[in-house]
Structures are given as C-alpha cells and as structure tokens.
C-alpha cells in the first residue's frame, strides 16, 4: 500500500479514557482508598486543522480531560493515540519530545504570564526549553514573528505582562502555545476571563491561525455560543461521561440528549422578542456530587425525560444518526 | 419567562443625577463615573450594562452606600422617592431605606455570605434589625422568605452554613436575605455569573417571578446581553464611566443607535445563529486613570471625527424614547464603515 493512499490518521484519538482523582481514605489513617471518578470512559479523535469544542458544567471533567490528552494526569484506564503513536504510557525523553506537538492555552491571562518575565523570555522559554534555538539572542527573530503573528507590536517583546490589557495577554499566551508550531492546542476557557468586546478579537485570531497553521485544537467552554461558533464538532459532557457528541449543525439543530436541549434552552439569546417567545427547560435540582454520582443512567436524577431503565443501566454512546452519538435510553 | 410592565404604577423610585465617583489611588485620580443619570420605576427592571471598569458596579455601591475611601462621590444627587440619600442630614432616611427598601444580591454568593454563621443566624439578622422581630419570629419568616425562593425543606437549610451549600443554592439565601424586609428596589450585580448554564437558568427564572409577583423594580448588573434581552425593560449602556445609550430593550437590541452598542451586539456570538466571522471591536476599554479625551470610545470608534477627540457628546434625547451619547447616532456604524472601505479601495 502506498502511504498517501493510508487513511489519515487523527492527530489525537482517545480511546476509553478513564481518569480518577483519590478523595480521602488510605494514607496515614488507613482506611479504604476512595476515588472520584473524573472522566470515565471517553472516546473522540481531533483531525488536523480541526476544533472540537467539549462543552460541560462544573465537575463536568472537561478540564480533566484536556489534561489528560496533553499527559498532564495519568489515564486509570483507555488509551491515547497522537497521529496513530500510543502516547498513553509515554514517559521521559520520549514524552518531553512529545510536549512539543501539543501545547496549552489557559483561562487566566492574568495568572498564566509571570509578571517578572518580559514579553521575550515568557514567548521564547518554550523555545530553549526544548533546545530549538540556544540562546535567547537567536530567538529574538522568531518571536517578533510570532508577536506578528498575534497581532501585537514588534516592540512588545521589550515589555513586562503587566503592560498589556487582558485580551492582549491571551495572545501573548497564544503566541507562546504556537512557538513550537505544535499539531493540537488545549485550550480551557481560553475567553472566559476577557471582556465581552475582546472576545470576539481572540475567537477571531484562534480561526485565522487554524486556517494558516492547520492547528487542532481542543476548544473547552461552558459558553454554548462561543462553541456553536468556533467548533466543527461538539462533545457534551456531564459528571464525567461524553452524554453527545457529533457535527456542529447537528448537535445544535438536532440535540438528542435531553441535557443538551436543557442547556440549549437555557442560553439567553441576545433578542428580547426572541428570547421572550422562547419555551425554557428548567433543570430541577442541582449537580450531583461526581464522587458519588446517581447509579444507572448520570443525569437521570435531574432528566425529565427518564424512564425506568434510566435508572438501572448506563446508556451506552449509540449512533443515532450519521456521525451523531448520544447516550440515552429515551431517545 | 416575560418582564411585565404595570403601566399604570409607573411611579419614579430611583433618581440618580449627574453622578461622579472618584478613586484618589497612588495612581492618580481614577474617574470610575463621570456624570450618571438614571432612573427606574416602580415595578420596572432596568439592565445596566457594560465591561470591567465602565462604573456599573461603582453606580450600584453609590445607592447602597458602600463607596468608601479611596473612593468618594464628587457630584451628584441620588433620591429615594424624592428625597436625597446622600445629604448628611438625611441619615436616618438613610437608615430606613438601606436594606428595607433597596436591597442587594452580590455577584459572588460564597463571599457575600458569613462562613461562620448558619444561614438561618444570617437571614434572621435582617430581619431582626429592620422589622424588629424576635428570634422566633425571624426564624420562621426566614424559613419563608427560604422556601419562596425555590428551597426544598427550609426549616433543615436554616441551621446549615454557607459551605454546605451549592452555588445556586448560596445565590437563593442571598436573594431571601435580599427580600427579606419586602423591598421595593432589588439591585442585582451579576447574580448569576458565577453560576453554572442550568442554574443561571434557574436563578433568573426566580428573579423574573418575584418581580412579577411583588412589582418589584430591579436594577440588573451584568455584561450578558442575553441576560439583559431576558429580564430587562429598559436598558442603560455604560463605557468609561458614562453612559452612552439608554432605551427600551427592544430599541436597543433591534436598532442600536451608539456605535458601541452596535459593536457589542455585532461581536457576540449567538446560539441561535451561525455566522461566518465575529465582528470585533478593536482596541481594549481604556484605563480610567487614563481615560481618553473627548468621547472615551472614540479610540475604538470605526466612525471617530475630529470632534469626537476633543469634545464629549452629551446624551441627548432622540426618538422612541431614547437618549444616545454620540456625535455621529442612528448610523449602522459598521455597514458604513465598510462602505467607505470599499470606497477608498475602488
């Protein structure tokens, strides 16, 4: 087989991720180790210059699971696969190398940039770090690049964060995610912090480098317009299990889960004719607690849609149409 | 769930006039508000709307009294039902008011609240102050006011702290302590950013009720225009201190008449629309130890003249109602300047 005629291969696909965060027991009081189980058997691909947006509530894992994906947390169980490479175990050397083809963007532009380091150092330290270039003299060209890049001054470099506003520190803070051209950028809540007038300057830098880079990226939010707007596909997370996942248009024109049509109803649309004449689903109660979540189906406590089943077994993530799963028993 | 207006209660509550707060910081003078004029109704919510450091947060600490030192109104009148708030001699007026007839709900329920004292201690406190009632009594008013915001099994939530409970859960005992004396006014700052979709939902939901239910005026905080398409009647726009436009809702969401409005409203994304690409404001808010000359968007402003630079707009009534704070109004800003793009580019 000729390798142009190989299908091609996503650049990241999980296969059954587990990950569990320990809660208490064991250690020096002894007692029966207990677990939270954070993300529970996950399975989705990003392809190159793709974004998927993964879209949850608190305790949702969401945040887990971008770290996870980056080898950040250790997976209880599943695999991890970068460009067909499993990744799940990699440690050392070979993992070290494989930070430089996926990097981060966070939420806090505030907290993610040292105030003590210029504008140069913080952009270039991946850069040494992974000995692309050795000394800081020979990154100078490179950053000015990607400052450009960016959208901020040449000159910006000079300076300390805390001259730059809010919006212009996240694209520092994505300058520095690009330095090693990688193939997946995570990024969590990458606008949340910013004001309503710059975020629409971040979503439109983060699109413009996808369509020149080819970047993937892991687009992580709890703000369902955002999403609608800048993924290709969405995933809906809930107390640890992807409950939908598929193409854009479908999740948000043909919603399966009767958690995501709640979330969907309950984003005010910025009309007030609009948003009047629309017919809310009010979700009772609150979150359960993810170290202890309801037993058959997750969302059956809060679901008005469940049936008896709902509460025994687990919905399995089944294709209810092309390329559009979701885990219900209802539907 | 829909605001209603009682016309024929449209009685005026809240007068503020030419208000200016000023923050004397080793930075210098920061001009947080720089000349407010508003008023609310009864029975009307009014959405003030706006991003970090337009003033909206320092307005609404202005009617509860809570600017302190470096912080200090300079100008300005705020009356209650006509009489001032803000005279030295009007402090027993004051007194009365605050908390009884004008209450508040915080952003952030979990430091609003005392972790030290159960919730029924916290609730009862109000009560026992304004209405003068004993602990019997305030216990089972809490208990009340408890199960009237949507609480399950009040009586057990009194003796409960903070810490026990969820986000929403803390944000409904803020809005019970709120309504605790039957206020007349409610002001909300951001009552539900710190909150999860679902329960954002459920919380604006209930304040939606309780303004229908007891007329009540509210003043909405907030940088969501969904929210604020949502819960509002009227709507007041705030950038740099001032405010730039102020109408009905429907006249500003439908016809916005400030450029920034429009760049507002034209650079959220929508869940109920797809489009190709955001439309964004250029620049950042400006730094209010800072602030520009003339008109503080014009460094922002597609349609910026020479006049904007040195001179502000006053707000000035225009038609429907509205008053808009702009030399160059009732524009679609963005289409025209894309036109004179076009134009220079051909």
């Known amino acids: 087989m000729r390798a142009d005629s190989l299908p091609v291969e996503p650049v990241i696909r999980v296969s059954g991720l587990s990950v569990r965060y320990p809660i208490g027991g064991g250690g020096f009081w002894g007692g029966k180790q207990r677990f939270v189980s954070a993300v529970d058997n996950l399975s989705f691909s990003i392809n190159s210059g793709e974004t998927l947006g993964v879209v949850g509530e608190s305790g949702s894992g969401k945040t887990t699971t971008g770290r996870a994906v980056l080898r950040r947390v250790e997976p209880a169980a599943g695999s991890i696969y970068f460009k067909g490479q499993d990744i799940t175990h990699a440690s050392g050397e070979p993992l070290r190398r494989l930070r430089r083809h996926m990097q981060m963007v966070f939420q806090d532009p505030y907290a993610s940039l040292n105030p003590r380091m210029r504008i140069l150092d913080i952009v270039a330290e991946p850069l040494l770090v992974h000995g692309v270039v050795r000394k800081l003299s020979d990154a100078e060209e490179r950053v000015a690049r990607l400052l450009s890049l960016v959208g901020l001054p040449a000159d910006a470099r000079k300076r300390y964060a805390d001259a730059f506003s809010g919006g212009q520190r996240q694209r520092i803070g994505i300058a520095r995610a690009l330095a090693l051209e990688p193939d997946l950028i995570v990024a969590d809540e990458p606008i949340s912090a910013l004001d309503v007038s710059i975020r629409a300057q971040v979503v439109n830098l983060m699109q413009d480098l996808q369509k020149e880079l080819r970047v993937a990226y892991l687009f992580i939010a709890h703000d369902l317009s955002v999403v609608r707007h800048i993924a290709h596909r969405v995933a809906i997370m809930y107390l640890g299990k992807v409950v939908e996942l598929g193409e854009r248009n479908s999740i948000y024109e043909r919603p399966k889960h009767p958690y995501t049509e709640a979330l969907l109803s309950a984003v005010p649309i910025p009309d007030p004719e609009l948003q009047r004449a629309r017919r809310r689903i009010v979700l009772k109660g609150e979150i359960p607690d993810p170290s202890n979540p309801p037993k058959g189906c997750r969302f059956q406590t809060r679901c008005p849609h469940a049936v008896e089943q709902c509460r025994v077994a687990e919905p399995p993530l089944e294709e209810k149409e092309p390329n559009h799963w979701a885990a219900c028993w209802a539907r | 769930m829909k605001p209603q207006t009682d016309l024929t209660a449209s009685e005026t509550l809240l007068q503020v006039e030419g208000l200016r707060v000023h923050f004397f910081t080793p930075r210098g003078v920061v001009e947080a508000v720089r000349g407010v004029s508003l008023h609310i109704n009864r029975g009307e919510t009014l959405g003030l709307v706006g991003e970090s450091g337009s003033g909206k947060s320092v307005t609404s600490q202005v009617l509860m009294g809570l600017i302190q030192l470096p912080g200090k109104i300079v100008a300005g009148e705020v009356k209650w039902k006509g009489r001032s708030l803000l005279g030295i001699d009007s402090a027993d007026y004051v007194s009365r008011v605050r908390g009884k007839e004008i209450a508040m709900v915080f952003q952030d329920p979990m430091t609003s609240l005392n972790p030290v004292f159960s919730v029924g201690m916290q609730i009862g406190e109000v009560l026992r102050y304004h209405s003068g009632l004993n602990r019997a009594q305030a216990a089972d008013r809490a208990a009340e006011l408890l199960d009237l915001v949507g609480i399950a099994s009040p009586r057990a939530r009194l003796r409960q702290y903070p810490h026990e409970l969820s986000g929403g859960m803390r944000q409904r005992v803020m809005i019970a302590m709120a309504l605790a004396c039957g206020p007349e006014l ?161």
């Open chain 2, 186 to 346: 409610l002001i909300a700052d951001e009552p539900t950013t710190a909150l999860d979709v679902t329960i954002q939902a459920q919380v604006l939901e209930l304040i939606a009720k309780l303004q229908q239910d007891f007329n009540l005026a509210v003043l909405l905080i907030t940088h969501d225009l969904g929210v604020v398409a949502e819960l509002c009647h009227r709507v007041a726009v705030m950038y740099a201190g001032r405010i730039l436009e102020t109408g009905s809702a429907a006249a500003l969401f439908h016809d916005p008449a400030h450029p920034y409005t429009m760049g507002l409203l034209r650079s959220t994304p929508r869940l109920d629309q797809l489009r190709p690409r955001l439309v964004a404001i250029d620049g950042a808010p400006p730094d209010m130890a800072q602030a520009p000359t003339g008109c503080a968007f014009h460094p922002r402003c597609p349609l910026a003249t020479d006049a904007c630079l040195t001179d502000a707009p006053p707000l000035a009534p225009r038609e429907r109602g509205r008053e808009v704070a702009c030399w160059r109004p009732f524009a679609p800003a963005w289409e025209q300047r894309r036109e004179t793009e076009k134009a220079h580019a051909s």
